[in-house]
């Protein structure tokens, strides 16, 4: 089993920036991939960014150039770096961690970005 636990989640204003955390524990030598989703009430939980754990990357149209995804292995954590947050940024953002044919996910952590 894998567990993740998000953190880093808040109030900023429009044009500020918030960073996310994702700390793994448990079975981690399982976990190929990692990413970051988000989901608003009444929507689809959509992928934000994706990292291998080549260190490939792959962000949703709609934050390249402002999000930057990475990991840190010697600490299991991976991060979100959120720059120039707009309000429809505004979701609870959950960490995924996939590998074996599994899917995990962490408890979410909410993004406020006020106008």
């Known amino acids: 089993q894998v567990q993740l636990v998000e953190s880093g989640g808040g109030l900023v204003q429009a044009g500020g920036s918030l960073r996310l955390s994702c700390a793994a524990s448990?079975?981690?030598?399982?976990?190929?991939?990692m990413g970051w989703y988000r989901q608003a009430p009444g929507q689809q939980r959509e992928l934000v960014a994706a990292?291998?754990?080549?260190?490939?990357?792959n962000y949703a149209d709609s934050v390249k150039g402002r999000f930057t995804i990475s990991r840190d292995n010697a600490k299991n954590t991976v991060y979100l770096e959120m720059n120039s947050l707009k309000p429809e940024d505004t979701d609870v953002y959950y960490c995924n961690g996939e590998g074996n044919g599994m899917d995990y996910w962490g408890k979410g952590t909410l993004v406020t970005v006020s106008s």
């Open positions: 448990g079975s981690i030598f399982s976990i190929n991939a």
């Open positions: 990292i291998t754990s080549g260190g490939s990357t």
